[in-house]
C-alpha cells in the first residue's frame, strides 16, 4: 500500500472511526474498488493532510458544500467527521441555518435532518 493511500487511511480513522474506514475499504466490491483507493489517496490522503488549511476549517468547508448540494447522506457522515475535527453542535447549527439565507430552505433542511441524525449517532454511541 502507497504512503498516500496509509494517510488517507489515518484521516479516515480518525475523522470517521477505525471501524467504519476499514469497514468501507474492506468491504468494497471489485467495482468499486478503484473508487475507494482514489478517494483514500487524493481526497483524504492528499487534499485533507494539506496544511494551509486544518482539517477543522476543511470540515467547516466541506460541510458547507455539501450542504450546497443537498448530499443527505455525505452531509451526515461529514457532520460526524467534523466533531471528530473540533467542530461544535453550535457551529453545526450556525452552518446549517446561514446555509438557508445563501442556499434556500430545502437545502437547509435536508442538512438540518442529516445533522441531527448524525448527532443523534454520536450520541447513542456515546452515552454521558
Not at 468494497?28 to 492528499?46: L, N, V
Request: aromatic content about 8%; proline content about 3%; glycine content about 8%.
Amino acid at each position: 500500500m502507497s504512503d498516500l493511500f496509509e494517510r488517507g487511511m489515518q484521516v479516515r480513522r480518525e475523522m470517521f472511526g477505525p471501524e467504519l474506514a476499514e469497514r468501507a475499504v474492506a468491504s468494497a466490491s471489485d467495482f468499486a474498488k478503484p473508487f475507494h483507493d482514489i478517494m483514500t489517496r487524493y481526497c483524504f490522503g492528499e487534499t485533507w493532510n494539506r496544511e494551509a488549511l486544518g482539517r477543522r476549517d476543511r470540515s467547516i468547508a466541506t460541510i458547507s458544500m455539501l450542504i450546497a448540494q443537498g448530499k443527505e447522506l455525505e452531509i451526515k457522515m461529514h457532520v460526524k467527521g467534523g466533531i471528530a475535527n473540533g467542530l461544535t453542535v453550535e457551529e453545526i447549527r450556525e452552518l446549517v441555518l446561514h446555509a438557508m439565507i445563501y442556499c434556500g430552505v430545502p437545502a437547509s433542511f435536508t442538512a438540518l435532518r442529516a445533522a441531527e441524525a448524525a448527532l443523534a449517532e454520536i450520541e447513542e454511541s456515546n452515552p454521558a
